[in-house]
């Protein structure tokens, strides 16, 4: 889940469809995520709920151009964007062996 904010902004439509719609040009057969897909709108609010609660992710409203981080509510999610902290961007890197 962390993997899929950390690059950019994203929304939950973002998230639900990066998890559940296999590409088979990018993901190997054997791709370990596929096995817990399809992912339902509640477990990704549970998580990004967690991923909040730990600092490893934000969630945002844009504000024009600019980004303004705001409570996590998860009966209220349209309109709202995830990313990952600095936190978050680290640990990606760590699991990911970049770091």
């Known amino acids: 889940m962390l993997d899929a904010i950390s690059e950019d902004y994203v929304t939950v439509e973002i998230i639900l469809q990066n998890i559940n719609e296999w590409n088979r040009e990018r993901d190997p057969a054997d791709w370990a995520p596929r096995s817990?897909?399809?992912?339902?709108?509640?477990?990704?609010?549970?998580?990004?709920?967690?991923?909040?609660?730990e600092r490893y992710a934000q969630a945002c409203i844009f504000n024009g151009q600019e980004a303004q981080v705001v409570e996590f509510r998860p009966g209220e999610l349209t309109d709202v964007w995830?990313?990952?902290?600095?936190?978050?961007?680290?640990?990606?890197?760590?699991?990911?062996?970049?770091?």
């Open 82 to 99: 995830f990313c990952a902290t600095q936190k978050g961007i680290n640990a990606v890197g760590h699991f990911l062996g970049e770091a």
């Open 36 to 53: 817990a897909a399809p992912v339902s709108r509640p477990e990704v609010s549970d998580a990004l709920r967690e991923l909040i609660r």
